[in-house]
């Protein structure tokens, strides 16, 4: 049995014919969510991620580039580490199969399954598809097209040795009715049960002549073939156990994997090779495989050809890291596919982060600086005691929340519950209005209250969107005065609503989440894409502007030429000079949202101005 306080988590080893994009990220980010939380709730976590480097693509990349194959994967490793790097990936070990250490061990395992008759050689006529290195049935095969990636594919007869999967198929099928959690989502485990209960298993080709692709690991029993990529690559989860951990618990004691987490494509490949292998070496089956969907780019598939493949990289550099790793994580339901759109993510800062927990935090802190000389005070008695008991069962029931959607991967759900804490606690200080509470001494205890509230909602926030944000989360516990040392096991205290703040110190700086300036111009342009940015945000650095407004400035009166420009107004009465301040009490009222323009219509007798509705999500103006 498992120890329950290991938590081994892993995410596909990424094939390097290519550079890392959105969906190598989407993987990663979503396993280093889960690692980084686990750290913080005591767990000893391992977080396997790296690079499958072998095989027939592989040989073709690098012949193109003309270079040897493993100086292809030492040109392209660099790009996936740097990339983890820049998204504050957390990973404890990063395998590369090209290491002699695994090429050693699949060996041994290859060994192992010859010795128990379990790997066979025979001769096979079919079809064969390069680019996913697999071979299918002519039952399986349409116009001549492979049935996964519609590339086309090409009849190959040859000898090669085989793993005798199909002896397995009655035991898998057996084992994942019995463990419900074993595939998931729920949807996912029907379709691999579908598969295996409608037709027979085959045996699996594990081998390919050297004569057709020299670029692998050599079978131990016959020099004159290497093995299939896929039993190669899937051995790395054991693999890694055996030579990268660094004080860290054995592999022994790690394995099985706590969670796999796939790309839906490779699903059967995990559910089905993975556990037949695992089964005929009289190894544990991980607990969980998890299979997420795909992204699609503005409705349209991701490729090469429609140049809109999403360079992560790129996105961070216009909107940030974390802002990315949130939008990933916030937009769909992980497990179903979802559509990438800058205009969505523009938003989704705008409204979530810079409108929602950056502005609760500047305003905060703010007010803690102003009235209460920048140290958090001890609560005083109920300002607004039905929602500051509605804020309390909230922010009590939170940890427990999140508990149950982390062992859930239901990323969004988590941060829709974090999202309605924030709500309230906007709600809370709009209606308990403490600029108005610090006008009369008499009220100074309800304004400590407000401020004590608004302190530990953000304490709690801080921790709980840290898996998420680790970066500015960090920021803004320390913008509190909180010092977590969030690289490990933090305290239970810190997720407990009625853990003191008092006394500590808060520092202002800089907003956390610059919000991304929405173009006057788009206002005007054709309803198609009325969300449109002020630019291709892909191809020009975002404009960051500050979460809170900027102080007037007096502006000058002007009138409008025959011709329609704007001059200053040299016969009109001269308009009032806008103060060179707003008052605190009115800064304090300010709630920034966003809205989406449904309709956009020309006022008459009017040729600049457009009477616009528009939609704040929850009502339309």
């Not at 000898?159 to 463990?179: P, S, V």
């Not at 598969?195 to 027979?200: I, R, S």
């Not at 556990?275 to 190894?283: C, V």
Request: glycine share 4%; hydrophobic share 40%.
């Amino acid at each position: 049995m498992a120890d329950t306080n290991l938590f081994y988590i892993t995410t596909p080893i990424y094939y390097v014919n290519d550079v890392p994009h959105i969906g190598h990220a989407y993987t990663t980010i979503a396993a280093d969510v889960l690692a980084r939380y686990w750290r913080l709730r005591g767990r000893e976590v391992f977080f396997l991620t790296g690079l499958d480097e072998h095989g027939q693509k592989v040989q073709q990349a690098a012949a193109k580039a003309g270079i040897d194959p493993q100086a292809h994967c030492d040109k392209l490793a660099p790009q996936f580490q740097t990339l983890w790097q820049r998204l504050n990936i957390s990973n404890d070990a990063f395998i590369r199969t090209t290491n002699p250490e695994h090429k050693s061990i699949v060996q041994r395992y290859l060994q192992e399954l010859f010795e128990k008759n379990l790997i066979y050689q025979d001769s096979y006529t079919g079809w064969y598809c390069t680019f996913d290195e697999r071979f299918w049935t002519e039952k399986d095969v349409e116009s001549g097209l492979c049935p996964d990636c519609k590339r086309p594919v090409e009849q190959l007869s040859e000898h090669n040795y085989f793993f005798r999967m199909g002896q397995y198929q009655d035991r898998l099928i057996e084992h994942i009715k019995a463990h419900p959690h074993f595939i998931r989502p729920e949807s996912r485990r029907n379709e691999v049960l579908g598969f295996l209960q409608n037709q027979k298993l085959s045996d699996l080709s594990i081998s390919r002549p050297k004569s057709r692709l020299s670029w692998g690991i050599e079978l131990p029993f016959d020099n004159d073939y290497v093995t299939y990529v896929w039993f190669d690559a899937l051995v790395n989860y054991m693999s890694a156990l055996e030579y990268l951990p660094r004080e860290k618990p054995t592999g022994n004691q790690f394995w099985p994997a706590t969670v796999h987490l796939v790309g839906k494509d490779i699903l059967t490949t995990h559910a089905v090779y993975w556990s037949t292998m695992l089964m005929a070496l009289n190894r544990p089956l991980p607990e969980t495989i998890f299979a997420h969907g795909w992204w699609t780019v503005d409705g349209e598939k991701m490729s090469k050809s429609r140049g809109n493949v999403v360079d992560p990289n790129k996105m961070v550099e216009s909107y940030g890291v974390d802002a990315f790793r949130y939008f990933l994580l916030r937009e769909v339901p992980f497990g179903q596919d979802g559509d990438f759109s800058q205009s969505a993510m523009v938003t989704s800062i705008n409204s979530d982060l810079a409108n929602g927990i950056g502005n609760l935090l500047s305003r905060t802190l703010t007010m803690i600086e102003r009235f209460v000389d920048g140290n958090i005070p001890a609560s005083g008695p109920p300002a607004l005691p039905e929602l500051e008991e509605k804020i309390a069962r909230a922010a009590t029931q939170l940890p427990t929340t999140l508990e149950q959607g982390f062992n859930a991967l239901t990323f969004r759900d988590n941060l829709q519950a974090i999202g309605e804490l924030v709500s309230l606690c906007d709600e809370y200080i709009d209606k308990a209005a403490p600029w108005k509470l610090a006008k009369n001494p008499d009220d100074a205890p309800k304004l400590k209250t407000v401020l004590n509230h608004s302190a530990r909602a953000l304490r709690l926030l801080a921790v709980s969107l840290h898996p998420f944000m680790p970066q500015t989360m960090e920021q803004l516990a320390r913008q509190l005065g909180c010092q977590f040392d969030f690289s490990k096991a933090i305290p239970a205290s810190a997720y407990q609503w009625d853990s003191p703040v008092a006394d500590l110190p808060i520092t202002k700086s800089a907003p956390l989440f610059p919000r991304i300036e929405v173009a006057t111009a788009a206002l005007t342009a054709a309803p198609r894409d009325t969300t449109k940015t002020t630019r291709d945000l892909s191809k020009k650095g975002a404009i960051p502007v500050s979460d809170t407004p900027a102080t007037p400035q007096p502006v000058p009166a002007t009138a409008t030429t025959s011709a329609g420009a704007a001059t200053p107004a040299a016969s009109a009465a001269p308009a009032p000079i806008a103060p060179p301040q707003i008052t605190i009490d009115d800064f304090m009222k300010i709630q920034l949202k966003t809205a989406k323009v449904i309709s956009a219509e020309r006022v008459p007798k009017s040729e600049k101005l457009l009477k616009l509705q528009v939609s704040l999500g929850t009502e339309q103006r």
